[in-house]
C-alpha cells in the first residue's frame, strides 16, 4: 500500500531574543514532537521582527541563536526544514498578492495590532499593520494544513483563513486553509509576576519570565518571587487563581501529573514548597537543553548549514507555489 501523504506543517517565531518558557511550551516543544508523524517546516521570523526597531548586528545575532535553541529543543534537520524567513523571498512576494486580496479594515482589529502599537507609540509603523497578511503568506506558500501556535495566534490564523477563501472565490480553489494546532496544556503560559498578561519576552519586569537560558539559581529565584494569592491552596482555578493556576500549568507540563494529582500532592504543604516544586521541573528540564544549546551555537558552520538546506528546501516549494499563484492572477510570465 503506498504511503499516505504526510500533513505539512508551518510554524514561525520570532528571532528577537531568547525564547521564553512560554514560548517553548506553547510551540517548540510541539514542534519538535510533531515530527514524527509530519511534514514540518519551522521558520525563524526574521521580517516579522522588522515592525520593532531591531539593532541589525543583535538580529543577526539572536537569529543565529534562535536556529540554535530550535535544534537544541529537538527539532531535527534531517526530518524538518529550518530556515530565515528573509531567505526564502517568496514569503514577501505572495504577502504582496494577499495584502490586495485583504482589508484595511480587518488588519486593525487583530489584538496584537493594538497591543504593540501601545507599546510602541512612536513607530506605528505600515508593517505593524501588514504583519498578519506576511503571516498569511508565510502559511498558504506551503499549503501548510496545521499551524503549532500558541492561543495569542489564534486571531492571525483566522485572518489566514479568511484571506486564503476570499482569494479561493475570486479565482479558483488554491490555497488550503489551514488549521491551528493548539495544545489544551500551556497554550498561553502567563507571567509569573501578572498572572492575568501572557509570559513575554518584551516585558521590561525580568522576574515575569523565564528564558531558555536562565541557569538553576535564577529559575529558583523567579519561581519562588512568582505571585499567586494569600489563600494559601493549591487548586486549579485560572479565573480566581491565576497566578498559582500558572505555576500548576507549568508543573503539569514537566511532570505529566493532572490537575488533581498535583492537587493532592501539594494539599497542606505551603506555596514556598509548591514553588520550589514547580522552579526544580523546569530547571531539570531545561538543563540538557541549555548543554546542547551551547554546543550547538559553538559550532557556527553546522548553524548556518541547516539554515541554508532549510532555505533551498523551503524556496524550492514555496516558489512553485508564487509561480502558480502569479499566472492565476494574470502576472505575464515569459
Ligand atoms: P512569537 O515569536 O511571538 O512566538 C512564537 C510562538 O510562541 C508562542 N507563545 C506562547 N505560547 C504560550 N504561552 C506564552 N506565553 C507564549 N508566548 C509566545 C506563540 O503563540 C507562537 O506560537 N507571529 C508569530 C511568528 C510567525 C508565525 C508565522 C507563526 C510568523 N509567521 C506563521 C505561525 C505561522 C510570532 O510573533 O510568534
Known amino acids: 500500500m503506498a504511503e499516505q501523504k504526510r500533513k505539512r506543517i508551518l510554524s514561525g517565531i520570532q528571532p528577537t531574543g531568547t525564547f521564553t518558557l512560554g514560548n517553548y511550551i506553547g510551540a517548540v516543544r510541539n514542534w519538535a514532537k510533531l515530527q514524527d508523524d509530519f511534514e514540518c517546516l519551522y521558520m525563524l521570523a526574521d521580517l516579522h521582527a522588522l515592525t520593532v526597531r531591531q539593532v541589525p548586528a543583535e538580529l543577526r545575532r539572536h537569529t543565529r541563536e534562535a536556529a540554535a535553541m530550535l535544534l537544541a ?75 503549532p501556535v500558541g492561543q495569542d495566534q489564534t486571531q492571525h490564523l483566522e485572518l489566514a483563513r479568511n484571506v486564503a477563501q476570499r482569494f479561493n472565490n475570486a479565482y479558483s480553489p488554491t490555497f488550503t486553509l489551514p488549521e491551528g494546532y493548539i495544545t489544551k496544556e500551556g497554550a498561553k503560559i502567563m507571567s509569573l509576576a501578572e498572572p492575568t498578561r501572557k509570559m513575554s519576552k518584551s516585558d521590561t519586569n525580568q522576574n515575569s519570565y523565564i528564558l531558555m537560558t536562565d541557569d538553576t539559581d535564577t529559575i529558583l529565584r523567579k519561581f519562588k518571587r512568582a505571585v499567586t494569592d494569600s489563600d494559601g491552596v493549591v487548586r486549579y482555578d485560572p479565573a480566581a487563581k491565576p497566578g498559582v493556576s500558572n505555576l500548576m500549568c507549568i508543573y503539569n507540563v514537566f511532570t505529566g501529573k493532572a490537575m488533581d494529582e498535583i492537587e493532592r500532592e501539594f494539599d497542606g504543604v505551603g506555596y514556598g514548597d509548591f514553588k520550589l516544586a514547580v522552579g526544580q521541573a523546569v530547571a531539570d528540564a531545561l538543563a540538557p537543553i541549555q548543554g546542547e544549546y551551547a554546543r550547538i551555537l559553538a559550532d557556527t558552520a553546522y548553524v548556518d548549514g541547516v539554515l541554508r538546506q532549510g532555505a533551498e528546501g523551503a524556496s524550492r516549494l514555496a516558489n512553485r507555489m508564487v509561480e502558480k499563484v502569479y499566472r492565476k492572477i494574470g502576472l505575464l510570465q515569459l
Open 73 to 147: 529543543a529537538g527539532i531535527d534537520p534531517s526530518q524538518s526544514l529550518v530556515f530565515v524567513q528573509s531567505q526564502v523571498p517568496a514569503h514577501t512576494q505572495l504577502g504582496w498578492v494577499i495584502t490586495c486580496n485583504s482589508q484595511f479594515g480587518e488588519l486593525s482589529r487583530m489584538t496584537q495590532f493594538k497591543d504593540k502599537s501601545a507599546k510602541h507609540p512612536d513607530n506605528i509603523n505600515g508593517g505593524l499593520r501588514s504583519y498578519p497578511r506576511l503571516l498569511a503568506a508565510d502559511i498558504l506558500v506551503y499549503l501548510a494544513e496545521l499551524v
